[in-house]
């Protein structure tokens, strides 16, 4: 782990309340952003419960959580920001499912050839996508859900990487 991920992490740990989230909180870091996601309990339900009962009571769940820590919430975020210099957004995973309440969209811009241009205009004319824009964040989204082992392998050898560079000398200009 990156030193300045470390502090960024160890902090929002002692900053946040316990009594917010059950288990380890997630962290999830780049260079514009830091999503915290923590875990809430699963509310005991009857046996009987239909299943539309329980998705409504984990939403239930949620929006309470999200709008009674909204203020501390913000407070924490604006520390955060001013600390760090990323966007903080929030979420939570209950039973299996993460939902964000705040999200950075960021604009990207890159350049395609024709080929890769026209993958894009069928997704548009074929109503997968609104733009170009949404065609290519959609194909970011599917390759990231197919290929998540490879990714986070990727990522845990950029972090070896990064350790071993830290230890190393340092370079004088």
């Not at 780049?30 to 915290?36: F, G, M, S, Y």
């Not at 984990?58 to 210099?85: N, Y």
């Not at 604009?107 to 949404?134: C, H, I, K, N």
């Amino acid at each position: 782990m990156e030193t300045d991920e470390a502090v960024i992490i160890s902090w929002f740990t002692g900053r946040l309340p316990q009594e917010w989230f059950s288990g380890q909180h997630e962290f999830v870091l780049d260079r514009e952003e830091i999503a915290v996601i923590g875990s809430l309990q699963v509310p005991d339900a009857p046996e009987d419960m239909s299943s539309a009962e329980r998705a409504a009571l984990l939403d239930g769940l949620i929006q309470r959580f999200r709008e009674e820590t909204r203020e501390r919430r913000i407070e924490i975020a604006r520390e955060a920001e001013h600390r760090f210099r990323r966007k903080v957004s929030w979420g939570v995973s209950l039973d299996g499912e993460t939902v964000m309440f705040t999200t950075l969209s960021i604009p990207v811009m890159t350049r395609l050839r024709q080929q890769e241009r026209r993958v894009l205009d069928t997704l548009v004319a074929a109503g997968v996508a609104r733009s170009r824009s949404d065609a290519l964040a959609w194909c970011v989204r599917l390759v990231g859900s197919h290929t998540d082992t490879w990714l986070a392998d990727l990522r845990d050898a950029l972090q070896h990487v990064d350790r071993v560079r830290s230890e190393g000398p340092e370079m004088n200009a």
